[in-house]
């Protein structure tokens, strides 16, 4: 067998640092492949002249009456090998050769038979031959088919490059099976014009994925820039619900880490306060008494120092607070399940005291938290006067008092109160009470006058003049007098003198 002249021989380079990556590159591949040498050509010219010389007479003696080029008998021919020239060039025919020599199938049994020499010399040649072709071509693959990626290589190619699952081969044809039924086989990988055309569209659609930012580009799920805009946001409000409660109830929710977060719409930014109460109240006496401690009970909990230190800072203030005293109060002597009401009275001033903007909204130039101002020079109140079941009177009380700092410098001014009603003009409060005794006065005096009311509606029934007119010559109340005539019903020519004085009045 040949040996390598360059076999166990170290090997040197001289590169460019430029180069070296490419020579490392290269080096990567050829330490991949085994090491074989190839044949040299002295080898093929010994062959060759063995091959004229004694193996293409025994050829010619024992096969060419089945095997010519005008037989072909089992579609061999023998009489095309003139050289090793014209051997080389099928050396799949030998292999055949050599594998009917040698299984004493080749010549048949009624043909002349070759002797144990030749036999052997013919096989011994055909091996050496082989073996010397198969080193001269080691490392060719031969033929390579010139192949285009399957519909799931393609896929899962650009899902690699782009990060995200697109699939643009769903539109193309189904890829047919080779004779092993592989979907990738070479040969079974055609191309056409109209699979051209598809992977044309599909690049462009892969196209219409990128975004261009300032730094380069991405790909997204979706085309249009709304969408994208929308995948932002989506991540800003991910990024708010990791650490905060999202929209949901105050007191709700999840831990700090965000492990059990809910996919919400939108993120208001209010941390939740569940974990941290809950520690607050564990580690009470610890941080009333060293409040530097507060460090180590967020370690302990898993919890943010920073907020954590806020939290505890502000229960343990001795500073007054209207606010905030009531909570310290109840912080102090709360047990482990009391944590729930008092991070429901934190979320009732949260909602007075904050407003809570959306997180994630374009534009805006308000930040996502802004502090509602109670302070009011003025309030506008409105009470609607509905008189309970079984009460006939109602009675308001106008009271105010203080934010729980003392009443020293307040003043309030209650701006006309008043009484409205429809259709009728408004009451002012401070004029009820005189209202009330004119009322009663003037109910007093037409009570005392009934007699005299009833003497008229009598005399109406024979008289001519409409009741406005008669209230006016006696100096009666026309209302009163209207009423008592509906009450004593006075047939149809009062009613008509009535009914048609209130048309024309």
């Known amino acids: 067998m040949p040996t390598c002249p360059n076999a166990g021989k170290p090997v040197r380079h001289t590169c460019s640092p430029s180069s070296l990556y490419v020579l490392l590159l290269l080096a990567s591949v050829v330490l991949s492949a085994p090491v074989l040498c190839v044949a040299d050509g002295e080898s093929f010219g010994r062959l060759g002249k063995e091959y004229v010389d004694h193996v293409r007479p025994v050829v010619r003696r024992l096969c ?124 079974a990988l055609v191309m056409s014009p109209a699979l051209l055309s598809k992977y044309l569209a599909s690049a462009k659609g892969v196209a219409d994925h990128a975004v261009l930012l300032p730094s380069g580009f991405r790909f997204s799920p979706k085309t249009t820039r709304s969408d994208w805009t929308n995948e932002i946001l989506g991540e800003i409000r991910a990024l708010y619900r990791s650490y905060t409660s999202g929209d949901r109830e105050v007191g709700r929710g999840d831990t700090w880490s965000g492990a059990n977060s809910i996919n919400t719409t939108a993120s208001d930014g209010r941390v939740d306060l569940a974990r941290f109460m809950a520690a607050l109240i564990r580690h009470r006496g610890r941080l009333i008494n060293d409040l530097d401690a507060v460090d180590v009970v967020a370690r302990e909990e898993n919890l943010n120092p ?89 009675q308001v009380h106008l009271v105010a008092g203080d934010a729980g700092d003392g009443n020293r410098g307040d003043w309030v001014v209650w701006h006309k109160p008043r009484i409205e009603s429809k259709g009728r003009p408004p009451l002012l409060l401070r004029d009820v009470r005189a209202l009330a005794t004119k009322l009663d006065g003037e109910i007093q005096a037409e009570l005392a006058r009934t007699t005299r009311y009833l003497d008229v ?32 019903n006075l047939g149809q020519q009062a009613n008509r003198r009535i009914t048609g004085h209130s048309r024309t009045s």
């Open 64 to 187: 060419l009456e089945c095997h010519s080029a005008k037989k072909k008998k089992g579609k061999l021919d023998l009489e095309r090998f003139v050289a090793l020239a014209d051997v080389r060039r099928a050396p799949r025919k030998w292999q055949k050769v050599v594998e009917q020599l040698e299984a004493g199938e080749m010549p048949p049994e009624d043909k002349p038979q070759p002797s144990a020499a030749d036999r052997r010399q013919l096989v011994d040649w055909a091996r050496r031959y082989l073996r010397a072709e198969a080193l001269a071509n080691a490392g060719d693959p031969g033929r390579v088919v010139l192949r285009r990626l399957s519909n799931a290589e393609y896929d899962n190619t650009i899902r690699d490059l782009t990060g995200v699952d697109l699939r643009p081969a769903r539109e193309f044809p189904i890829d047919s099976a080779a004779g092993e039924g592989f979907t990738n086989a070479g040969e």
């Open 306 to 394: 920073v907020y954590l230190r806020h939290l505890a800072d502000m229960l343990t203030s001795q500073a007054p607070s209207p606010l905030l005293d009531g909570i310290r109060r109840r912080w102090r002597a709360a047990a482990p399940e009391d944590a729930d009401a008092i991070i429901a009275e934190i979320g009732t001033w949260q909602r007075v005291l904050w407003k809570f903007n959306v997180v994630g909204h374009l534009g805006l130039v308000r930040p996502w938290q802004e502090p509602t101002d109670l302070l009011a020079d003025r309030i506008a109140l409105k009470v609607d006067l509905k008189p309970r079941p079984g009460e006939s009177y109602i």
């Open 457 to 488: 509606v009598a005399a109406l029934r024979s008289s001519k003049q409409t009741v406005d007119q008669v209230a006016a010559d006696l100096q009666l109340d026309p209302g009163l007098l209207r009423s008592w005539v509906g009450v004593l």
